[in-house]
């Protein structure tokens, strides 16, 4: 079937990776078309922008930390998109939220030192760059704690939280504010959407404060909006007369999705197509071309015609990859060979759930400029890459925003394209 | 050092164990029911789930399945609320050899096994997943039973009923021997490691496949059981709604069990010297899988939940002169010390399958009569247990109905099996324990497709914020379920489990950075 739709571009993924190569390439006036089965990671992630957070010790400056990884380990995605590449995707990815469609909403930090940030466990969390949301929770900071647990939320508990904190030497104590509800349980989206009502956030700000003691900062679950955060965070900031600040609940996370519409809206501002439900289930080649992807989309297959592609596909968790019942990994799009698989004998998983994980390295192979093996005009960027465990290192995001950055350097640089504006 | 004094103290908290303490306090006596982990946490709590009806054994083991179709009768009426009355076939799968159906109906008509055979065609439609070519079917009472609930509802009826002292956590570290009687034991608390003094009028080792050490601790010798280890697998859902066995003589991995949401694939035998190895290897995986392929194509499609291992206890008595101390036709063995080794006021009894747990229960507390010279007859084949008064079998639907009335005015904390917020508090201040895992058995939390991704986070929020609980406990116990749960997971871990796995990566050591609470 000859592809009736003819892009630059068509990059396959609507996660970190896939959304930020696409706005990239946009920006540099290419035609470009996201394919995306479904959204990615951001909704299950925690919304900061974690670079290096352990290697395996705690990293306190990803700068510093950054070099060694890179000579120590080649095989990392890290070593194929260099240092410099990671500085630049992050400064991009910040402007981006700040030109967004929340206003006021930014990113704050750098690769020089990691922030702590609280979990909803009350671990402390590396991560480089963070929601303006959230900042006040660093626990190097000594001011104490008052954590806040909202009763129709499962997903939070405060006082679990706050005995962590304390654990880390940081004083912090819990209190519960029961929220209207029409259900016994919400979901942090639900309350989030409620959050959005100034008046909402009024009647809350004033059953909050009796309950607050001097020099106490609040750490509230993260449910401030989704549409515009800085208002309800700001609002509730100065009505409390405190620091107030966001933790990650478990999924749906709202600083996700906050991720995902900021940067849905840059591929959108620069003239980029998002085509979501859509599943790509097979290529035409010529050669060592990928000339168009197949998709299944809205009932029926489409042919999109692609100059080049970029896969931000993700990785077992998106179902990209899989490893079948006869132990064999495959890659599930375009069946590209992967890499960091261990052989037959050897162990794909340990038996320690915080131990080694081999088969968590996995990805799809490819060579120094993310050109999958044996493709010319393939690239792949984001949790595909072989070589990382990005939970384990806490390096999700950096690894997503700078390869996939990179990939759209790439392809301009070939295409002649316009430098990055 | 505490001490206490009974009646009957039974070592052991399986099925076995736990009806000798709802025989015998049902009989009057006093008791004290102890074990090394939580109650049902060995064999009992690590087999297939099924209630057999007897057709396994009619060719091989007629006896056995005389056995089985009694205690089945008996159980569907006195432990209703454990039991799921799914009924089983009996199928004849192309790897199948054809000539066994005929030796099967006519072993049920010898053995009273009630069979009915029915058109292939008919039960295609009943069960669409099953093999097509199946050419023979028959209709046998199979079920599934709970044996959690069923362990649970033996130990709370012995204590309602007669005042019986329920001891988990408790492992026998002495037996008090006097001469040539056996007085009692020393238990330890293995949580805390308080010793308690129990004197016994007579001590029951109800220990299945530890029997041995326990006898060892008394002094008896040859007490010989030799564990037979097999794998089961949980599939993440009902992929046969009726028990489903190969009509073929007994061999591995040619049953399906449907039970509660999930359905399980047993089994293999394979010799241990360890009855605490479990060890899973890939290659019994692999195996089990391809059986599972006979039964249901496509079985390596749907998600693999867990695999885990138990242990059969097979007695092997290495006194040569004792033959007339036991039954050996019985597939389980009872040891009447008094008679085999002249050691009075103990009694061992091990062998046997979950099904004819009363039977055994009624043998040994006959014989504990018998040794106090008393007699006491034995009522446990007419008494409701607690939970089954009303006679009713549990339907699948029960939690679902449940959630559905309650839907306004509480919180659910486990999406997969339904479990609410205020059932987790209740079984939280009634347990006691801060082990996830002895709620994941008792509520099925954490059991579900997700394998507590989402639950567990909740559960332990709540269990910090119940009780004052320290914090560090509460650590524990989330770490500790963590890595329980990953032991069941990584060695079938595939398709589209591993990425629910990959999930729960996300949450745990990404979201909650649960590794580094680790101090």
Known sequence: MRPTLHYDAVVVGAGVAGLTAAARLAEGGAKVCVLAK????????????????????????????????????PDHPYALVGVDAIGAALGWFAERVERGPQPGYRYVGNLD??????????????????????????????????????????????????????????????????????????????????????????AFADRLASHLREGERVALPAVLGVRDPHAAWSELESRLGRRVFEIPTLPPSVPGIRVFDALRAAVRAAGGRIVMGAEVVGADRDGDRVTALRAHTAGRATTYGARWVVLATGGFASGALTLGSDWVVRERVLGLPVRGVPGAGEPRFGPDYFGDQPLARAGIAVDSAQRAEGLENVLVAGAALPGAEPWREGSGEGISLASGHRAAELVRAEEGLAAAA | MAGLSTDVLVIGGGATGAGVAWDAALRGFHVVLADRLDLCEGTSGRFHGLLHSGGRYVVKDPKAAEECIAENRILREVASDCIEDTGGLFVTTPSDDRDYADRFAEGCRATDVDCEEIDPAEVLREEPRLHPGISRAFHVPDASIDAWKTVWALARG????????????????????????????????????????????????????????????????????????????????????????????????????????????????????DPDDHTVRQEEVDAMLEDGEKLVPGFREARALRVWTGVRPLFQDTKDDVADTRDVTRAHTLLDHTERDGVGGFVTITGGKLTTFRLMAEETVDAVCRQ??????????????????????????????????????????????????????????????????????????????????????????????????SVERANDALLGFLQERWKGVWPILYGDQLRQARLDDWIFQGVLDVGHLRT
Not at chain 1, 117 to 144: C, F, I, K, N, W
Not at chain 1, 173 to 180: F, M, N, Q, S, T
Not at chain 2, 231 to 243: G, Y
Request: proline content about 5%; some cysteine; glycine content about 10%.
């Open chain 1, 38 to 73: 479904g959204v990615g990671s951001t909704h299950l992630a925690a919304g900061t922008v974690d670079v290096l957070g352990y290697d395996p010790e705690r990293v306190e400056s990803p700068a510093e930390a950054l070099p060694e990884l890179v000579a120590a380990r």
């Open chain 1, 113 to 202: 030192r990691n922030q702590l940030l609280p979990t909803a466990v009350g671990a402390a969390r590396p991560s480089a760059l963070v929601p303006e949301t959230m900042a006040a929770g660093d626990l190097r900071a000594a001011e104490p704690v008052c954590a806040v647990g909202l009763r129709p939320l499962r997903e939070f508990h405060a006082s679990l939280c706050a005995a962590n904190i304390a654990r880390s030497g940081v004083e912090a104590r819990a209190v519960e504010v029961p929220l209207d509800a029409d259900r016994p349980d919400e979901n942090a989206l639900a309350i989030a959407r409620r959050f959005e009502d100034p008046a909402v956030r009024r």
């Open chain 2, 158 to 273: 012995a204590h309602e009923r007669g005042g019986a002292r329920i001891l988990p956590y408790h492992a026998a570290v002495a037996i008090r021997r006097t001469g040539d009687r056996v007085e009692g034991a020393r238990l330890r608390d293995t949580r805390t490691g308080e010793e308690l003094d129990v004197e016994a009028r007579v001590t029951v080792n109800a220990t299945g496949a530890w029997a041995g050490r326990i006898a060892d601790l008394a002094g008896i010798e040859g007490v010989r059981v030799l564990p037979g280890r097999g794998i089961m697998i949980a599939m993440n859902h009902r992929l046969v709604n009726t028990v489903v066995n190969r009509c073929q003589m007994p061999t591995d991995g040619d049953i399906l069990v449907p039970i509660r949401t999930v359905s399980v694939m047993g089994t293999t035998d394979v010799h241990t010297d």
């Open chain 2, 372 to 469: 106090l010279g008393e007699e006491r007859p034995c009522t446990t084949a007419t008494e409701r247990l607690p939970g089954s008064e009303d006679g009713e079998h549990y339907v699948i639907g029960e939690r679902l109905a449940r959630r559905e009335s309650q839907l306004t005015d509480d919180q659910l904390i486990c999406e997969c099996e339904l479990i609410t917020r205020r059932k987790l508090e209740e079984a939280l201040r009634r347990r006691g324990t801060d082990d996830l895992g002895d709620f994941r058995r008792v509520l099925r939390l954490g059991m579900g497709p997700c394998q507590g991704g989402f639950c567990m986070y909740r559960a332990t929020g709540i269990m910090h914020g119940l009780d004052g609980m």
